[in-house]
C-alpha cells in the first residue's frame, strides 16, 4: 500500500497503489476495496484500477480538505492494509527533474541522460567508455591451499629421512 504524495494540498490529485501478492499460478485475485479514513471515521471510497501488473492496482483521488487520512486497502473483506495521508494548505512538492539541468550536469560530468524506454544512448556511450586495467595485488601464501601444499611438503620430507634411517 502507498500514497503518492503522502504530504498534499486540498484539492490536489492523490495516487494510491495497492499491491496483492497471491500464490503463483493464481487465477484470480479476490476484490480489492480502497477508502480515506479521516480521523472523524469518514470514509472517502477510492476506485482502484489494474495495472499491467498482476496484483497491482492503482487509483487516483482528490485530496479532500486539510487534515490527517489514512488510505486504507481491503482484500476481500478480510486483509486490511493502511499508509498515511497529510492533507494541509500551502504543501510544496519537490520539483520534477528539470530536462534542461539535467543535460547540463551529463555535459559537465562526461554523462548521457536518458530514460527506461530508451537505453540505447547509455548503452552507446558505456561502450565508448572502455576498460581499464586496475592492478590487483595478490598474495599466494595467504591462500588455504597454500597450508596445504606446506604440511604435505613436510610430510613428504619427513616420509623421505624416515626411509633414509633418520629419527
Do not use: K
Not at 2 to 23: D, K, W
Not at 100 to 113: F, H, I, P, R, S
Not at 125 to 131: D, P
Request: charged share 20%; glycine share 10%.
Amino acid at each position: 500500500m502507498s500514497v503518492r504524495p503522502a504530504l498534499a494540498e486540498p484539492g490536489q490529485a492523490v495516487t494510491i497503489r495497492a499491491t496483492v501478492r497471491t500464490a503463483p499460478g493464481a487465477a484470480t485475485i479476490p476484490p480489492i476495496d480502497a477508502s480515506l479514513v479521516a480521523a472523524d471515521g469518514s470514509l472517502t471510497f477510492v476506485r482502484l484500477w489494474p495495472l499491467a501488473e498482476p496484483g497491482v492496482f492503482e487509483g487516483t483521488v482528490s485530496a479532500p480538505d486539510a487534515g490527517r487520512y489514512e488510505a486504507r486497502a481491503s482484500l476481500a473483506g478480510d486483509l486490511t492494509a493502511g499508509a498515511p495521508l497529510l492533507v494541509a494548505g500551502g504543501v510544496r512538492q519537490p520539483p520534477e527533474h528539470d530536462r534542461e539541468a539535467m543535460d547540463l550536469v551529463a555535459a559537465v560530468t562526461g554523462g548521457v541522460v536518458t530514460d527506461s524506454s530508451n537505453l540505447a544512448p547509455l548503452e552507446s556511450h558505456l561502450r565508448r567508455l572502455g576498460r581499464r586495467d586496475v592492478p590487483a595485488e595478490r598474495h599466494p601464501t595467504r591462500s588455504v591451499w597454500w597450508g596445504v601444499a606446506f604440511a604435505a611438503a613436510l610430510c613428504g620430507e619427513w616420509a623421505l629421512r624416515r626411509r633414509g634411517g633418520a629419527r
